[in-house]
């Protein structure tokens, strides 16, 4: 299987990240219309401190919320997609399926479709949200 045509854009995106899981997530439109990318990181958001106050993790902002948050209002993420990967340290891509309460959030904001690495090789999966 090919690769994702965003998925050099997420991996670089997850390089960003300073944590010890680096996830980068774009959001898209269309085959590959980008209306933002984020990747996880330990700030704080008032959003996501309240979805995760129970887990352990519990201060950092998930790659696929930090994408959410960089979309500008007059983008319209109803009908979108979001595709989220995960940069092990040797480079290659590992498994990025969107937690339980990201997929809550990518739902209720109208993203119908969530794509990820499934950490065998260039491999992505797709889901229906
Ligand atoms: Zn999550």
């Known amino acids: 299987m090919d690769k994702h045509p965003l998925h050099n854009l997420a991996m670089s995106e997850a390089l960003k990240s300073s944590c010890e899981f680096r996830l980068g ?14 990747h996880n990181h330990r700030r704080t958001h008032p959003l996501a401190k309240c979805i995760r106050e129970d887990e352990s993790e519990a201060n950092t902002t998930h790659a696929e919320l930090d994408a959410l948050i960089g979309c500008r209002w007059y983008d319209s993420v109803q009908g979108a997609s979001i595709f989220v990967a995960r940069l092990r340290a040797d480079g290659s891509a590992g498994t990025a399926r969107p937690c339980d309460q990201c997929q809550n959030i990518l739902r209720e904001t109208g993203i119908k479709r969530m794509y990820y690495t ?6 992505f999966a797709m889901e229906k949200l």
């Open 25 to 38: 997530a774009v959001v898209f439109k269309g085959r590959k219309h980008i209306l933002a990318v984020g």
């Open 118 to 123: 499934t950490g065998n090789g260039d491999e």
